[in-house]
C-alpha cells in the first residue's frame, strides 16, 4: 500500500495496512538542506518559485519514511493575490501595508482574478505530484478567520485585539470581509485539488482566539461551506483545545488536533495531536510516547499520525527520524 | 454594601447587593497616571516599593467605582525571591539567567526565607488595605506550572516547548520543581492574607498549553493543595477554555475565566470572561455587549464582572470607565 493510499483510506473512514504519518512543517527551518535554499532566496521568492517549492517539500522525502507531502506556500499569499500589501520582515513576521476595517476597504480586495494570480501554487501542486506519485499531497488554505485576523490587525499579533473588535464593532463589515474571503478560499483550494492536490487542509491558526459560541457564530458558516463546495476530502486544524466540538459538526473529512485536545476526546477521523516538544525530549522518550498513545488509539485505524502544530525550529532530523520510526513500529 | 463584603458574599456563593466588578491588570499602563510614575522607575523598582505599589494601586480607584483592588506586584517576585536571577529587559519581557532543568537545580532554589525576602509585597498589602478598607482587596501568585514554564524556558515564550520537554524526558526533576514552586506560592498566598488580603487569586497564564489529561497529571494536585492550605477565600484563572472541568474540581472559591470561555459553561461562583478586546470597541458597543452578557447570567448574581485577561495597554480610561458604568446599570 502508498501512503497515497494508506492516507485516502483513512480520510474516507477506512483501515488502512497501518496508520499513516506525515508532519505538519515538515518542510521547513529544522532541516539544514532547507536553510541551504533559503540562504540563498528570500522567504515570498521561495514561495513563488514551484521549482523551489518542489525541491523543498521533497527535502523531507529524502530523509524520512513518510505518507504525505504537502506543497510549499504560505497562507497569506490569497489575501495578497486579492490586492492586499503583504511584506516579511525579517525577525518580524507577516504584516500588510493597511489594515482593513471597513466594509468598502473588504470590497475593495479582488478576488475574480485570484487563481489566475495564484498559477504559481497551482504549478508547485502540479510539479510536487508529478515527482512524488506515491505520496499523499496535501493542498491547504488559511481558514477565512485566520485571514482576517492578519488583514484586520495589520500584522501578527498575540491575540488580534483589534480583529476581535471590529466582529462587535461593525459587525456587518467583518461578515462582508469573512465572507469574500471564505469565496476565495473556496476558489484557491478547488484550484489546487484541480492541480492534483489528493487533499485539502485548512489552517485555523487562531480560531481558538474565540470562545465557542463567537466561533459558532463568525467561522462556522464560512467552514461549513468550505467543506460542501470543495472537492475531495477536507481536513480542518484548529489551534486550541475548546473548539472540538464545534469543529466535529462542520462536514470535514477529518479533523487535525491540536496539542490540547486529549485523544481519546475525539471519535471519527483525526489526525495530529503530538506535542512538537516531544520531539525535543530524546528517541527513547519519543518511543515511549509514541507507544503510549498508540495503547490509547487501541484499535483504532483512521487516524494520521502528526503533530498538534509546526515543527519546531530548533527540532533535529534525527528526532524526526525516530518519531517516524516509533510510528512505523507500532503500525 | 462595600464593595468588599459585596465580593466576599459572592465568594461563598451568596447574592450580593448587584454583582461586584473590578478588571484584571486595571493598575497599568492604559492609564497616563501610572505611566507616569513608571517614566522616573523602572518596573522591579515599582514593585519593591510599598508606597508606589500603593499608589498605582489606588490610581483606577480615583477614576472608577470598582470593588476590589490587587495588590501591585510580578508574578516573578517569588522565583526571584528563591534565588533565580529575573531580569526584565524593556520590550523583551522577563528572563532569568541559567534555566532550571535538573532536579538538583531544583533543589538549589532556596525557598525557606523566602516570605522574609519577599517583605516588600506584603508590607504593599498592608499600605493598601489601610488606604482602601472599602475595597476587597486580593492578593495573589503565578501558579507553580506557570512559574515552572519561566524557570524552565529561562524567558518567555509562545509555547514553553523546553518546559514541556522536561516533563517527558525528566518528569522527576519536572515533579520536584512543581513541588518546591507549590510550597513557595501557598507561603506567599499565606503571608498575603495575613497582611490583610481578603482573597487571593492564582494565575495559572500558562495551564492553557496543557491538554486535560496532561494538566490532571502535572498541575492538578498542586493547584488543589494551594487551595486547600491557603486559608481564606481562592480563586483560579487559567488563560484557555478547554480546562473548565479540570478547574472546576480543585477547591477554588471562584473561577475567573479566560475570554474563550462561555458564561453559560461554567456554574458556580465566577468571575471574568469579559474579552479584554471590547474594551477598544467604544461605549455604545461596550454597553450592548454588557446587557446582553446581564441576560446571559439571568438571576445569576455570584459573579464578580471582570475580563477574560488583562486590559490591553492601548485601552482608553473612557472605555473602562463606559464599561464600569454599564455595569452598575444591569446590577
Known amino acids: 500500500m502508498t501512503g497515497r493510499t494508506r492516507v485516502l483510506r483513512v480520510l474516507a473512514g477506512k483501515s488502512p495496512d497501518h496508520r499513516p504519518v506525515w508532519l505538519m512543517r515538515q518542510a521547513g527551518r529544522f532541516l539544514p538542506e532547507y536553510r541551504a535554499v533559503r540562504a ?118 498575540d491575540g488580534f485585539p483589534e480583529a476581535k473588535a471590529l466582529l462587535l464593532r461593525e459587525p456587518a463589515a467583518a461578515r462582508r470581509l469573512l465572507d469574500r474571503l471564505t469565496d476565495a478560499v473556496i476558489a484557491h483550494l478547488r484550484a489546487q485539488v484541480e492541480a492534483g492536490a489528493d487533499v485539502v487542509q485548512v489552517f485555523d491558526s487562531w480560531g481558538g482566539l474565540l470562545s465557542p459560541a463567537a466561533y459558532r457564530e463568525w467561522c462556522a458558516p464560512g467552514l461549513a461551506r468550505i467543506a460542501a463546495e470543495v472537492p475531495g476530502p477536507t481536513v480542518l486544524y484548529v489551534r486550541g483545545g475548546h473548539l472540538v466540538e464545534e469543529t466535529g459538526r462542520l462536514g470535514y473529512a477529518g479533523l487535525s488536533l491540536h496539542d490540547t485536545v486529549d485523544l481519546d476526546r475525539v471519535a471519527g477521523v483525526t489526525q495530529g495531536n503530538v506535542d512538537p516538544a516531544l520531539l525535543l525530549a530524546g528517541p527513547d522518550v519519543v518511543r515511549a510516547d509514541v507507544r503510549r498513545r498508540a495503547a490509547q488509539l487501541g484499535g483504532r485505524r483512521t487516524h494520521v499520525w502528526n503533530l498538534g502544530h509546526g515543527v519546531l525550529p530548533g527540532t533535529s532530523p534525527e528526532a524526526v527520524g525516530a518519531f517516524v520510526a516509533a510510528v512505523r513500529e507500532v503500525g
Open 40 to 157: 540563498n532566496h528570500g522567504f515570498l521568492e521561495l514561495v513563488r518559485s514551484p521549482a523551489l517549492c518542489t525541491e523543498v517539500a521533497l527535502q523531507p522525502l529524502r530523509r524520512f519514511d513518510l505518507d504525505a507531502t504537502i506543497v510549499f506556500s504560505d497562507i497569506l499569499v490569497v489575501p495578497e493575490a486579492m490586492g492586499a500589501d503583504l511584506r516579511f520582515v525579517a525577525g518580524d513576521g507577516p504584516s500588510f501595508g493597511e489594515p482593513i476595517r471597513t466594509a468598502a476597504a473588504a470590497d475593495a480586495l479582488d478576488g475574480a482574478g485570484l487563481t489566475d494570480r495564484l498559477g504559481y501554487v497551482y504549478e508547485a501542486v502540479r510539479s510536487l505530484r508529478a515527482a512524488a506519485p506515491e505520496h499523499a499531497l496535501y493542498g491547504f488554505a488559511g481558514s477565512p478567520w485566520t485571514l482576517y485576523c492578519y488583514l484586520v490587525q495589520g500584522e501578527g499579533s
